[in-house]
C-alpha cells in the first residue's frame, strides 16, 4: 500500500488498521478499501475515514472480539484520523451484488470502538463508490469482488433515503454540524436521481446551487462554506432561523426527489 491518500498520519493510521486486519483475519482476508469520500472526491482533513473489509465468510467471535480490541487500539493513537475511523466487514458473497434486504454487517461508526451489527455500509452506494472510485489499501481489484450497480439501484435507494432524511430534520434540536449535513446531502440525494451515480457532498452542493431553484442558492453555498472543524459543532445548536428554512429546504428536495420519480 502506497500512500492511499495525500496525509501522512492518515496513512500511517490505515497501515496499521490494514495490517491488524489481516494479522486478525489471516485466512478470512480478502481486501481492505477506502470509500466515502476519499473515493468519490473532495476529501480534506475534516472528512472521515470510510472503509470496507472483504472477508471469505462470516466473522468468528474470536474475531470480532479482536478487531474490537484493535479498533479500540486505534482509536488511542496521537492523531485525529484515528477517531473517524467508520467502515464494516462485509462477506464476500454478500458484497457481490446490491442486497434488497440489507443483511446486517459488523460495522463501526465514525468516533466509535465499540461494533455494532448494522447495515450502513450494505448499500447500493457503497457497492458503486467501491467498484468505480474504491482505493486498495489491500487485496484484488474491486471490479473482481463488485457487479456492476446499475443507475437505477441508485436512483431508487437514493428515493428511499429522501424522506428518511426529512425524518430526521425533524427530530428535536438540530446541531450547527447537522444543519449542513442535511443540505448537502439532500443535494446529493437530487444528483444521484438527476445522474444516476454517486458524486461528493461539494459537487453536488455547486450542481444543486445552478440546478434547483435559486431561492436556496445563499444556504447551498452557506453549507459549503461551512466546512472546518465539523466535529466540534456536533454539540452545538444551529441558528434557529437557519435550521427552520433548512428543514423547508429539506421539504422541497423530498418533493422534488418524488416528482423526478413520476
Known amino acids: 500500500m502506497l500512500e492511499p491518500t495525500p496525509y501522512a498520519d492518515l496513512n500511517g493510521v490505515?497501515?496499521?488498521?490494514?495490517?491488524?486486519v489481516r494479522q486478525i483475519l489471516a485466512a478470512n482476508f480478502v481486501g481492505a478499501?477506502?470509500?466515502?469520500?476519499?473515493a468519490v472526491g473532495d476529501a480534506d482533513v475534516h472528512s472521515d475515514v470510510d472503509f470496507?473489509?472483504?472477508?471469505?465468510?462470516?466473522?468468528?467471535k474470536d474475531q470480532q472480539s479482536a478487531l474490537q480490541a484493535l479498533h479500540e487500539r486505534l482509536f488511542a493513537l496521537d492523531v485525529p484520523w484515528a477517531q473517524h475511523l467508520e467502515g464494516s466487514y462485509i462477506p464476500r458473497d454478500v458484497l457481490r451484488s446490491v442486497e434488497h434486504e440489507r443483511t446486517q454487517l459488523f460495522y463501526f461508526d465514525n468516533g466509535s470502538t465499540k461494533p455494532a451489527w448494522d447495515d450502513h455500509c450494505n448499500t447500493a452506494v457503497v457497492r458503486w463508490s467501491l467498484r468505480e472510485h474504491g482505493i486498495v489499501l489491500a487485496g484484488p481489484d474491486p471490479i473482481a469482488?463488485?457487479?456492476p450497480v446499475a443507475p437505477e439501484a441508485l436512483r431508487g435507494e437514493a428515493l428511499?433515503?429522501?424522506?428518511?432524511y426529512a425524518s430526521w430534520s425533524r427530530e428535536p434540536g438540530m446541531s450547527r454540524w447537522k444543519q449542513p449535513y442535511l443540505?448537502?446531502?439532500l443535494c446529493r440525494v437530487l444528483r444521484t436521481i438527476d445522474s444516476g451515480r454517486v458524486v461528493s457532498k461539494r459537487e453536488a452542493g455547486e450542481w444543486a446551487i445552478g440546478a434547483l431553484d435559486p431561492a436556496w442558492a445563499d444556504l447551498i453555498q452557506a453549507a459549503l462554506d461551512d466546512r472546518p472543524d465539523p466535529w466540534q459543532r456536533v454539540h452545538q445548536a444551529a441558528d434557529v432561523e437557519r435550521a427552520e428554512r433548512t428543514r423547508a429546504f429539506v421539504d422541497y428536495a423530498v418533493a422534488q426527489a418524488q416528482n423526478a420519480a413520476v
Request: charged share 10%.
Open 14 to 20: 490505515l497501515v496499521e488498521l490494514t495490517a491488524g
Open 33 to 38: 478499501y477506502l470509500v466515502g469520500s476519499f
Open 52 to 60: 470496507v473489509v472483504v472477508i471469505e465468510t462470516q466473522l468468528t
Open 145 to 147: 469482488l463488485v457487479e
Open 160 to 164: 428511499l433515503a429522501a424522506p428518511e
Open 183 to 185: 443540505v448537502l446531502s
